[in-house]
C-alpha cells in the first residue's frame, strides 16, 4: 500500500474524530454526548474504510470510550461483553459450525438441487427456497453460501453453463445478495437479527425479543423482499434460463448418511424446537443455544472438540457484536442519540402530522446511511437508536421505525465489499462492481415498497402500529 494512501486511511478517522471531538459543543449536546458522537464518528469511517479489521476498530471504539470519558466507566463501555445476546450468537455460530462439519448442510444442499432435474427455473426457485430452509439448520448466511456456491458450480459446469453466462450470473447475483435475507428473519440467523433486536429492546425499554416474536414480525418482510428481488433478479437475467437441448440430468453424489450428521440433526432440531416454544417454557433465546453449545462439545456425545472450535470459529464475530452493542449504549446514556435525533427532528417537523413521510424521510437517510457504511453492525449501532429517537419524539412507534431501518439496511448490497458473505462468492462468479451496485438500487426500491405497501399494515395487525 502507498505511504500517501496509507496517511490517507488512518489520517481521515483520525481527522474525523477531531473534528467532532474539538468542534463548539452543539446546544442540547452534553460534552459526553460529543465525545461518544466522536467515536462512533470515527468508528464509522474505520468500517466503511475497512482500514483496520472490523473487529479491531469495534476494540479500539472501546478502548477510546474510557480514554475521552465518553462512559463514566469502563463496565459501561463493555456493556456489549456482559449482554445475553452476545452468547446467544456464540451457541448459534457454535451450532452452524457442527452441522457444517458433519456435513448434513451440505447433503441437505443437494437433495435440493436433486429435485430440480434439467430444468434452470426449477434450479433457481429451489436456492430461493433453500436460502430460507436451510437457515433453520445453518443460520450463517456466509456458511450457506460457501457451501452452496460449491454445489451449484458443478450442476451448471456439468450443464455447460460458462461464468459469463445469464445463468451464472442470476444464480451468483442471487446467493451473493438474497441469501442472508432468509437469515434475517430468524432471531438465531447471524449478526442483523441479534445486533437489531438487541438494540431494539434496550432502546424500547422492552422486554427481549423472543425467537416467535421477532418471526412474527420479520418473516413476512424478509421472505416477501426475498421473492420479489429473485424476481427482480429472473427478469434481469431471464435468457439464460433455457438450456440448450440434450443437457442430461445431474445428480450430486452424496454417500451414506453418518452418524455425525444424525447428531447434528438431531440437535439443530431439538434447539429449534426449543425456540418455537418459548412461549411455553418462558426460556430466553441464548438458553438453547448455549445447551446446544454445551452438547456439542460434550465428549463422546458431541460433535466438536474445543481445540475445532477454538479453530474455527469466527471469533471477530464477538467482538463486533459486542463492540456495537456498547457503542450504541454509550449514544444513548449520554444523550448523543437523542441529540442527534431532535436534530433530525427539527428537518421534518413540517411532516409531523403525516407519520408514513416521516417514516419515508426516514427510511431513505438509512438507505444513503448504508451505502457509505458497509459493516451492518456498524449501521445498526448508528442508525438505530437514531431512528428510535427521532421517532419517538414525533408520535411514532419507536419499534416499528427501529425494525424499518433494519428492513431497508439489510436488505441491499452496493458493492461486493459491502458483505463478507457476499464477496467470494461474487469474486468467484467474476460479477462486475456495476451489476452489484445495481441490484443494490433495485433492492433499495423493493425494500421501502414492500415495506410501506404490505409489512407497515400487517405489523399493525401484530400489535406494532406506526402512530401508538
Not at 433453500?130 to 452452496?148: D, E, K
Not at 453449545?293 to 471477530?316: D, F, H, K, Q, S
Not at 431532535?342 to 403525516?354: A, F, I, K, M, Q
Request: with cysteine; aromatic share 10%.
Amino acid at each position: 500500500m502507498r505511504l500517501g494512501t496509507l496517511a490517507f486511511r488512518f489520517g481521515l478517522p483520525a481527522a474525523v474524530f477531531l473534528a467532532v471531538v474539538l468542534a463548539p459543543n452543539p446546544e442540547g449536546l452534553t460534552d459526553q454526548g460529543q465525545r461518544a458522537l466522536a467515536v462512533m464518528a470515527m468508528a464509522v469511517v474505520l468500517w466503511a474504510t475497512e482500514t483496520l479489521h472490523i473487529a479491531v476498530t469495534g476494540m479500539l471504539s472501546i478502548v477510546l470510550l474510557v480514554l475521552v470519558n465518553a462512559v463514566d466507566d469502563v463496565t459501561v463501555a463493555l456493556y456489549g461483553f456482559s449482554q445475553p445476546v452476545t452468547y446467544f450468537l456464540l451457541g448459534i455460530l457454535t451450532l452452524g459450525l457442527a452441522v457444517h462439519q458433519s456435513g448434513l448442510a451440505e447433503r441437505m444442499a443437494a437433495y435440493i438441487i436433486r429435485f430440480a432435474g434439467g430444468s434452470p427455473k426449477m434450479l433457481y426457485v429451489q436456492m430461493l427456497a433453500a436460502f430460507a430452509g436451510l437457515t433453520f439448520a445453518l443460520p450463517s448466511a456466509s456458511t450457506r453460501g460457501a457451501i452452496m456456491v460449491h454445489v451449484y458450480e458443478q450442476v451448471l459446469e456439468h450443464w455447460g453453463v460458462k461464468k459469463s453466462d445469464p445463468l451464472n450470473r442470476a444464480v451468483m447475483i442471487a446467493m451473493g445478495g438474497l441469501n442472508r435475507l432468509g437469515s434475517t428473519a430468524l432471531l438465531a440467523g447471524g449478526i442483523t437479527p441479534v445486533v437489531a433486536s438487541a438494540l431494539i429492546a434496550d432502546f424500547g425499554l422492552i422486554d427481549d425479543f423472543s425467537w416467535t416474536r421477532w418471526f412474527i414480525l420479520m418473516a413476512v418482510p424478509f421472505y416477501l423482499i426475498l421473492i420479489f428481488g429473485g424476481f427482480a433478479v429472473f427478469l434481469l437475467y431471464r435468457s439464460g434460463f433455457t438450456l440448450a437441448q440434450g443437457v442430461a440430468t445431474f445428480e450430486l453424489k452424496t454417500g451414506p448418511v453418518q452418524t455425525k450428521e444424525i447428531k447434528a440433526g438431531l440437535i439443530a432440531l431439538g434447539t429449534a424446537l426449543l425456540w418455537f416454544t418459548d412461549f411455553a417454557h418462558g426460556l430466553p433465546p441464548v438458553v438453547p443455544a448455549l445447551i446446544a453449545m454445551t452438547v456439542i462439545l460434550l465428549p463422546g456425545v458431541g460433535l466438536l472438540t474445543w481445540r475445532e472450535l477454538e479453530t474455527n470459529m469466527g471469533w471477530a464475530n464477538i467482538f463486533v457484536i459486542a463492540s456495537s452493542l456498547s457503542l450504541a449504549n454509550a449514544l444513548i446514556i449520554s444523550g448523543a442519540a437523542a441529540w442527534f435525533a431532535d436534530t433530525l427532528v427539527g428537518s421534518v417537523e413540517g411532516l409531523r402530522e403525516h407519520p408514513a413521510l416521516i417514516l419515508l424521510a426516514m427510511t431513505g437517510a438509512a438507505a444513503a446511511v448504508r451505502v457509505v457504511m458497509p459493516n451492518i453492525s456498524g449501521y445498526l449501532a448508528f442508525i438505530i437508536p437514531v431512528a428510535m429517537s427521532t421517532g419517538a419524539a414525533l408520535g411514532l412507534n419507536p419499534v416499528v421505525c427501529g425494525l424499518a431501518v433494519v428492513v431497508v439496511g439489510d436488505s441491499v448490497v452496493f458493492y461486493p465489499a459491502s458483505a463478507t458473505g457476499s464477496v467470494f462468492i461474487y469474486q468467484r462468479a467474476e460479477i462486475k462492481a456495476t451489476e452489484v451496485v445495481r441490484m443494490g438500487m433495485i433492492m433499495t426500491v423493493i425494500a421501502i415498497g414492500v415495506l410501506f405497501t404490505i409489512v407497515l399494515p400487517y405489523w399493525s395487525l401484530v400489535g406494532e402500529s406506526l402512530t401508538p
